[in-house]
């Protein structure tokens, strides 16, 4: 086994992420543990609860994470976490086990931004992509346009004003009774419905950046004037109503971002960029594979490939941080 490899660790939400990726970015294990069935009946990230649960599953994810890469510490050069932005008291649990580890093995560390390494999936082998080109980010937390020119980072050429796509794909779905996290589940009952069927709006605001909160309460409206044996016939039109009027937004902001920064190559990360319907209505756009959609530490040891790495001890007082 080379001594060239990267351990990435992810803590940021409610996923408990390690990976092992290479210095040329092929993935050679990725290891996500999701809590997302202990938030559930909360309907939402429980902050306290994701915390403990990261205590408990750091130590097993990171080791499976090197088993599945017939990889030992001794073949780690470099550490790469996540620091930020994300729930402080999930970001520090992984934080600190990555000080650990790299301290305990006289490695370099490097704190990853969550969001640069949305990006660095795109950096992954077998294809990875080269700067620049404009790229959308549609996560749970965030919804940006991007400038990307080089590797280490990007420039913001808009953002939503209220609402994430993925939470109005999450609140959307708990209107329609659909459970948490629901991005997915709208995705399949929209397949069956017509998205036709209601008209929801989408916000204009100005310039690039998005508005998603109207979207929500519109849906809201709507499920409020059904009775329940309504509402239960009408679920897949909702839903493909709803998913079509937030791709719009998205697919039609994307396409004005490229054509001011004059990109011939546009890409979208983050977990809303496993929606199907976006990925059909963006023939012309990079998509990275399913599995790196959502959060993983693939992107996180993928992003730490092209940042500073910090020696002993600089990287003991890191702190984490929760917003951009
Ligand atoms: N097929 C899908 N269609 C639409 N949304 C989806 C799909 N799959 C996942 N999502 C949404 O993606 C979001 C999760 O994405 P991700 O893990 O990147 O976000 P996060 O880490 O919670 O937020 P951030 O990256 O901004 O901190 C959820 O809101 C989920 O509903
Ligand atoms: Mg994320």
Request: proline share 5%; glycine share 10%; with cysteine.
């Amino acid at each position: 086994m080379s001594a060239e490899l990267i351990l990435g660790i992810e803590t940021s939400c409610d996923e408990t992420a390690a990976a092992v990726v290479t210095g040329g970015g092929d993935i050679l294990s990725s290891v996500v543990s999701s809590q997302s069935d202990l938030h559930a009946r909360y309907g939402g990230v429980v902050p306290e609860i994701a915390s403990r649960r990261h205590l408990e599953l750091v130590s097993p994810v990171v080791r499976a994470a090197l088993e599945d890469a017939h990889a030992t510490l001794d073949d780690v050069r470099l550490v790469g976490v996540t620091q930020g932005p994300g729930l402080v008291g999930a970001l520090l649990v992984g934080l600190s086990a990555a000080k650990a580890l790299a301290w305990a093995r006289g490695l370099p560390l490097v704190p990853v931004d969550h969001l640069r390494a949305h990006v660095a999936t795109l950096y992954l082998a077998p294809d990875p992509l080269e700067p620049p080109f404009t790229c959308l980010l549609a996560s749970g937390g965030h919804t940006m346009l991007l400038s990307v020119r080089n590797h280490a980072g990007f420039d913001i050429l808009g953002a939503t004003l209220d609402d994430a796509a993925g939470e109005a794909f999450d609140k959307g779905a708990r209107l329609l009774g659909l459970g948490y996290p629901g991005g997915a589940a709208i995705d399949s009952l929209a397949a069956e419905g017509d998205p036709d069927a209601y008209s929801f709006p989408i916000a204009r605001v100005p310039g690039l950046d998005f508005s998603f909160s109207g979207l929500k309460t519109a849906l809201l409206y709507t499920v409020r004037g059904l009775g329940e044996d309504e509402l239960e016939a009408r679920r897949t039109d909702l839903a493909a109503s709803y998913q079509r009027a937030i791709v719009g937004a998205l697919v039609g902001r994307l396409r004005a971002a490229a054509a001011e920064t004059g990109d011939r190559t546009i890409a979208v990360v983050g977990g809303v960029s496993a929606n199907s319907e976006l990925r059909t209505a963006l023939p012309e756009a990079r998509f990275v594979p399913l599995a790196l959609c959502t959060d993983n530490a693939a992107m996180i040891a993928s992003a730490a490939r092209f940042a500073r790495p910090l020696s002993t001890p600089d990287y003991l007082a890191l702190d984490a941080y929760a917003s951009v």
